[in-house]
C-alpha cells in the first residue's frame, strides 16, 4: 500500500525509492491510495473490505483479534513467511530516511 498509484510505479522503478524492496513492487502487487484515506473508510463496511481485498471480511472492534489472526496467516502464507507467535510489523509511510524508516 503506498501513498498513491503514481508512487507505487515509482518504487518499482527506482532502487533509490523502491529501497531494495522493488523487485517486490514489481511484482504488481501494490496498491495506492490516492489522496490519502477518507474518514468513510472503516473495516466494518463491506465496500472497503472488498476494495482492500481483505480476507477476513468485515470487523468490528469486538471481532478484531480474531479477523487480526486470519489477515496474518493469510498474510503470512501469501508472502512465503514462517509461523510466528510474535507480532507482524508494517510500516506506514514513505520509504524514504527522512521517514525515518531506517531507524
Known amino acids: 500500500l503506498t501513498v498513491s498509484p503514481s508512487y507505487a510505479k515509482e518504487c518499482a522503478t527506482d532502487p533509490e525509492k523502491g529501497v531494495e524492496l522493488e523487485e517486490l513492487f514489481a511484482l504488481g502487487r501494490v496498491t495506492g491510495i490516492l489522496n490519502g484515506v477518507k474518514e468513510g473508510v ?25 479477523a487480526r489472526e486470519q489477515l496474518k496467516a493469510a498474510y503470512r502464507a501469501e508472502s512465503g513467511l514462517p509461523e510466528s507467535s510474535g507480532p507482524l510489523m508494517c510500516f506506514i509511510g514513505r520509504l524514504d530516511s527522512q521517514k525515518g524508516f531506517d531507524l
Open 42 to 66: 472503516s473495516p466494518a463496511e463491506k465496500n472497503f473490505v472488498t476494495k482492500t481485498k481483505m480476507t477476513c471480511g468485515t470487523f468490528t472492534p469486538q471481532t478484531a483479534i480474531a
